[in-house]
Protein backbone atom coordinates (compact mmCIF):
# COMPACT_ATOMS: atom_id res chain seq x y z
CA UNK A 1 0.00 0.00 0.00
CA UNK A 2 1.33 3.02 -0.83
CA UNK A 3 1.38 5.77 1.78
CA UNK A 4 2.76 9.19 2.31
CA UNK A 5 3.15 11.56 4.81
CA UNK A 6 4.26 15.15 4.16
CA UNK A 7 5.66 17.11 7.56
CA UNK A 8 7.86 20.27 7.77
CA UNK A 9 4.90 23.09 7.51
CA UNK A 10 4.13 25.59 9.70
CA UNK A 11 4.49 29.29 10.93
CA UNK A 12 6.63 31.47 8.72
CA UNK A 13 6.82 35.43 8.19
CA UNK A 14 6.73 36.76 5.02
CA UNK A 15 10.23 36.46 3.18
CA UNK A 16 10.74 33.31 5.34
CA UNK A 17 11.83 29.26 4.50
CA UNK A 18 10.11 26.17 4.90
CA UNK A 19 11.59 22.79 3.35
CA UNK A 20 8.66 20.43 3.12
CA UNK A 21 9.21 16.46 3.26
CA UNK A 22 7.15 13.59 1.88
CA UNK A 23 8.94 10.35 3.05
CA UNK A 24 7.59 7.32 1.68
CA UNK A 25 6.59 3.85 3.39
CA UNK A 26 5.41 0.87 2.17
CA UNK A 27 6.61 1.01 -1.20
CA UNK A 28 10.05 2.13 -3.43
CA UNK A 29 9.58 6.47 -3.63
CA UNK A 30 12.41 6.21 -5.41
CA UNK A 31 11.36 4.87 -8.39
CA UNK A 32 8.61 7.23 -9.44
CA UNK A 33 7.96 10.43 -10.28
CA UNK A 34 6.78 12.89 -7.22
CA UNK A 35 4.70 15.65 -7.35
CA UNK A 36 3.95 18.73 -4.54
CA UNK A 37 0.43 20.52 -4.69
CA UNK A 38 -1.44 22.93 -2.77
CA UNK A 39 -5.36 23.79 -2.24
CA UNK A 40 -6.82 26.39 -0.57
CA UNK A 41 -10.33 25.32 0.78
CA UNK A 42 -13.51 26.04 -1.61
CA UNK A 43 -10.61 26.41 -4.29
CA UNK A 44 -9.05 24.25 -6.92
CA UNK A 45 -5.83 21.76 -6.61
CA UNK A 46 -2.96 23.47 -7.64
CA UNK A 47 0.11 21.82 -9.08
CA UNK A 48 3.36 22.81 -7.33
CA UNK A 49 6.48 21.37 -8.74
CA UNK A 50 7.06 17.53 -9.49
CA UNK A 51 10.10 15.48 -9.98
CA UNK A 52 10.77 12.48 -12.58
CA UNK A 53 11.94 9.30 -11.66
CA UNK A 54 15.42 9.83 -12.34
CA UNK A 55 15.59 13.05 -10.44
CA UNK A 56 17.02 15.18 -13.46
CA UNK A 57 14.11 16.42 -14.70
CA UNK A 58 11.80 19.33 -12.86
CA UNK A 59 9.23 21.29 -12.95
CA UNK A 60 7.60 24.07 -11.67
CA UNK A 61 4.65 25.95 -11.75
CA UNK A 62 6.04 28.96 -13.77
CA UNK A 63 5.04 32.10 -11.08
CA UNK A 64 6.89 29.47 -8.53
CA UNK A 65 10.11 29.23 -10.37
CA UNK A 66 13.19 30.61 -8.70
CA UNK A 67 11.55 30.41 -4.87
CA UNK A 68 10.66 26.74 -4.81
CA UNK A 69 13.23 23.77 -5.28
CA UNK A 70 11.87 20.52 -5.76
CA UNK A 71 14.47 17.53 -4.66
CA UNK A 72 14.75 13.71 -3.70
CA UNK A 73 17.15 11.89 -1.37
CA UNK A 74 16.56 8.12 -2.50
CA UNK A 75 18.73 7.28 0.85
CA UNK A 76 16.40 8.31 3.09
CA UNK A 77 13.43 7.67 0.55
CA UNK A 78 12.25 11.20 0.75
CA UNK A 79 11.32 14.19 -1.71
CA UNK A 80 11.89 17.95 -0.36
CA UNK A 81 10.11 21.09 -1.17
CA UNK A 82 12.70 23.68 -0.22
CA UNK A 83 10.38 27.30 -0.50
CA UNK A 84 11.93 30.73 0.12
CA UNK A 85 10.75 34.01 -0.35
CA UNK A 86 7.50 32.55 0.95
CA UNK A 87 4.74 34.96 0.17
CA UNK A 88 1.22 35.52 2.30
CA UNK A 89 -0.06 33.92 -0.91
CA UNK A 90 1.81 30.48 -0.51
CA UNK A 91 -0.34 30.21 2.53
CA UNK A 92 -1.90 27.30 2.51
CA UNK A 93 -2.15 23.13 2.55
CA UNK A 94 0.55 21.67 0.85
CA UNK A 95 0.28 17.60 -0.06
CA UNK A 96 2.81 15.29 -2.38
CA UNK A 97 1.44 12.79 -4.45
CA UNK A 98 2.13 10.15 -6.98
CA UNK A 99 0.67 7.95 -9.67
CA UNK A 100 3.65 5.33 -9.76
CA UNK A 101 4.72 6.72 -13.06
CA UNK A 102 8.52 7.40 -14.22
CA UNK A 103 7.83 10.74 -15.42
CA UNK A 104 5.61 13.88 -14.19
CA UNK A 105 2.55 14.74 -15.59
CA UNK A 106 0.56 18.08 -15.40
CA UNK A 107 -2.67 16.36 -13.93
CA UNK A 108 -3.86 17.10 -10.63
CA UNK A 109 -5.66 13.90 -10.35
CA UNK A 110 -3.42 11.12 -8.75
CA UNK A 111 -4.25 8.10 -7.14
CA UNK A 112 -1.85 8.45 -4.12
CA UNK A 113 -1.94 11.42 -1.68
CA UNK A 114 -0.41 12.52 1.86
CA UNK A 115 -2.62 14.10 4.45
CA UNK A 116 -0.85 17.54 3.71
CA UNK A 117 1.01 19.90 6.03
CA UNK A 118 -0.03 23.64 6.72
CA UNK A 119 1.96 26.05 5.67
CA UNK A 120 0.97 29.80 7.38
CA UNK A 121 3.02 33.11 5.70
CA UNK A 122 2.28 35.77 8.45
CA UNK A 123 3.65 38.81 10.21
Known amino acids: QVQLVESGGGLVQPGGSLRLSCPASRFTLEYYAIGWFRQVPGKDREWVSC????????YYKNSLKGRFTISRDKSKKTVYLQMNSLEPADMTVYYC????????????????WGQGTQVTVSS
Open 97 to 112: ATDLRNTCGATTELPY
Open 51 to 58: ISRSDTIT
